[in-house]
Nanobody
């Protein structure tokens, strides 16, 4: 089992920045994939970005050039640096972690972009 705890969500003005963090604990394997997903109010959950253990990244078109996913294997942590935030980025952001044996989810952290 793997437990995930996200942090960093907040209220921020349009154009601002935030960095989300997600720490994993439990049985962590070498080959894995981290991901950030989000669920805007009244909408379905969608992929924001993910990163493999080899460092390969995928990002949604809506966040390219503004958001960056990174990982620190020594700390079992993944980050999402979010710049140039827009009101449409408002959502609950979830961390996901996949390895042999399953996919695990955090409880989410709320990001609100509003003036």
């Amino acid at each position: 089992q793997v437990q995930l705890v996200e942090s960093g969500g907040a209220l921020v003005q349009p154009g601002g920045s935030l960095r989300l963090s997600c720490v994993a604990s439990g049985i962590i394997l070498s080959f894995n994939t981290w991901g950030w997903y989000r669920q805007p109010p009244g909408k379905e959950r969608e992929l924001v970005a993910h990163i493999t253990s080899a460092g390969n990244k995928v990002q949604a078109d809506s966040v390219k050039g503004r958001f960056t996913i990174s990982r620190d294997n020594g700390k079992n942590t993944v980050y999402l640096q979010m710049n140039s935030l827009k009101p449409e980025d408002t959502a609950v952001y979830y961390c996901a972690y996949g390895q042999r044996g399953g996919v695990f989810w955090g409880k989410g952290t709320l990001v609100t972009v509003s003036s």
